[in-house]
């Protein structure tokens, strides 16, 4: 069985070695340099990589990542796509061997796209840039995706696992102008509309980022819940910055509707139940929320519902509430997530006289998460 690894890279010298140390396992290593100026095509070839370099104009992800595609020879059984700010943890290829089938078109495996401050998984999911040559081609300018020209047949990989460690001052400048024309492109494809929507959020553009989400919502193929719910809680931020807390919270409702099994809508309520000072209403979505015990591998999850974050909140609403034991024991079960949480350490740390000020302590998020 032969297993080629294709990408696409741009000034990217930093990760190279990193980058091909792990892909040590493939057969052979294509890459795409589409314009770097620091030597990466250079320092890939010296490596071992097969290097072709050639813009692409306008640019676009789907076009760059076929092309990159169409330089694996054609013998390959089975081709992995990866960037370069990633990395395959080693036994990656022995454990994709033991999970493929012959009728496989696509493997599933574990992408850690974030780490938490402490080293653990922040954000992650379930991956699949990992197929059979031939049946598929990337579509969309951003947020690319493959499409297949025949069904998809999955075959999970269980010790497969991809670390995304990403250089944290590279440009999303041009990010949000191909996330507008893959949705002009394709504007019935309700995935891409639910980025653009959150896109739109992160940029601070608040009305535009509701109005986007809303329309995703009501697309009639927007059916999967954790992405609607997901939509319905940026919804719910954006109310909350437009200073329209009573529709955020109608919005976080929804949302708990929506995906039953998700913590975080929960974990967002109790939050926004905290700040309004409605101390028994935070106290019953931390414990719905704790009662969720099973992270679905998706990426509408976010790491903070599944940190220290809802006992913060707990060991709050039962302090205001007057049960300072259970205040400090539910502090205590937040710190053995997260030991260095300062919050959480004068939580636990309060006696019968004395508890951490509300307004000084938590209204700062970053100091509840840190």
Known sequence: MKIYVYAIAKDESRFARRWMASMAEADGVYVLDTGSADGTAALLRSLGAHVTEERIEPWRFDRARNRSMELVPPDGDILVCTDLDEVLLPGWRRALERAWTPGCTTARYEYVWSFAPDGSDGVKFLYEKVHRPGVCRW????????????PKVFCDVPGMRLEHHPDPGKSREDYLRLLEMSVAEEPEDDRNRHYLGREYMFRGQWQRAIDTLKAHLAMPTAVWEPERAASMRY???????????????????RAAFEAPAQREPLVELARLMA???????????????L??????LNYTT????WGALPWALLS???DRQGHRQWAVNCALRGLALEPDNSFLRRMAGMTDGASCDFAQESQDSSE???
Do not use: F
């Open 291 to 296: 009662a969720i015990e099973k992270r679905d």
């Open 139 to 150: 579509v969309h300018p951003v947020h690319e995706v493959l499409a297949y020209t025949r």
């Open 235 to 253: 919804i719910a931020r954006c109310m909350e910055r437009l200073g329209q807390a009573e529709q955020a919270e109608l919005w976080l409702l």
């Open 302 to 305: 976010e790491p903070a519902a």
């Open 368 to 370: 509840i998460n840190d």
């Open 316 to 318: 709050l609403a039962c």
């Open 275 to 289: 700040e309004q000072g409605r101390w028994r209403s935070c106290e019953r979505y931390c414990r719905r929320a």
